[in-house]
């Protein structure tokens, strides 16, 4: 993504444009207490909770919820994705979860513009469909999302 010294960092419906492409700032590793602590508050399942329990299934070990990895990604992508003017209105999502995240696991996030469109009824903003890859230290591809977001329009400055 573009940007500008001294220009406002903030991008509006106007700087996006389908085939933009960007690379998060920022990585975070997951370690067995987060993976646990969020299981236990938001998706207590045994694969979750407990190494033990989860040797036995699909996962061979335990793993994080799909969803802390959303969590996690969203993270990644407000400390260091695109900085979207009016922060990131989320209008609809698709998530897919290709590999379980384990303990140690590194993650980072790129992602690409892949629709802009104005809106109809209010001038003021838009829509852009953006799709985040959320990888692990591998370069391995954990989660894919394409979600619809709520882009302001730049402001007319008053000389307009």
Same mark, same amino acid.
């Given at each position: 993504?573009? #940007?500008?010294? %001294?220009?406002?960092?903030? *991008?509006?419906?106007?700087?996006?444009?389908?085939?933009?492409? +960007?690379? %998060?700032?920022? $990585? @975070?590793? &997951?370690?067995?207490?987060?993976?646990?602590?969020?299981?236990?508050?938001?998706?207590?399942?045994? +694969?979750?909770?407990?190494?033990?329990? %989860?040797? #036995? $299934? !699909? +996962?061979?070990?335990?793993?994080?919820?799909?969803?802390?990895?959303?969590?996690?990604?969203?993270?990644? *992508?407000?400390?260091?994705?695109? /900085?979207?003017?009016?922060?990131?209105? %989320?209008?609809?999502?698709?998530?897919?979860? *290709?590999?379980?995240? /384990?303990?140690?696991?590194?993650? #980072?996030?790129?992602?690409? !513009?892949?629709?802009?469109?104005?809106?109809?009824?209010?001038?003021?903003?838009?829509?852009?469909?953006?799709?985040?890859?959320?990888?692990?230290?591998?370069?391995?591809?954990?989660? &894919? @999302?394409?979600?619809?977001? *709520?882009?302001?329009?730049?402001?007319? #400055?008053?000389? $307009?």
């Amino acid at each position: 993504m573009a #940007s500008n010294e %001294g220009a406002d960092p903030r *991008l509006y419906f106007e700087d996006l444009q389908a085939g933009q492409r +960007f690379t %998060g700032k920022r $990585t @975070c590793t &997951v370690d067995e207490a987060q993976i646990k602590a969020f299981a236990a508050e938001f998706d207590p399942q045994p +694969f979750h909770l407990d190494a033990a329990a %989860g040797r #036995s $299934t !699909v +996962f061979g070990g335990l793993v994080a919820s799909g969803w802390h990895t959303a969590a996690l990604t969203m993270r990644l *992508l407000l400390d260091g994705g695109p /900085r979207l003017a009016g922060g990131s209105v %989320g209008l609809g999502a698709e998530i897919d979860w *290709l590999k379980p995240v /384990r303990p140690g696991d590194t993650l #980072s996030v790129r992602g690409e !513009v892949l629709a802009t469109a104005p809106s109809t009824s209010r001038p003021d903003r838009g829509r852009v469909t953006m799709r985040a890859e959320t990888c692990n230290q591998r370069g391995e591809v954990v989660q &894919v @999302c394409i979600s619809k977001v *709520l882009v302001p329009r730049r402001p007319l #400055s008053p000389d $307009t």
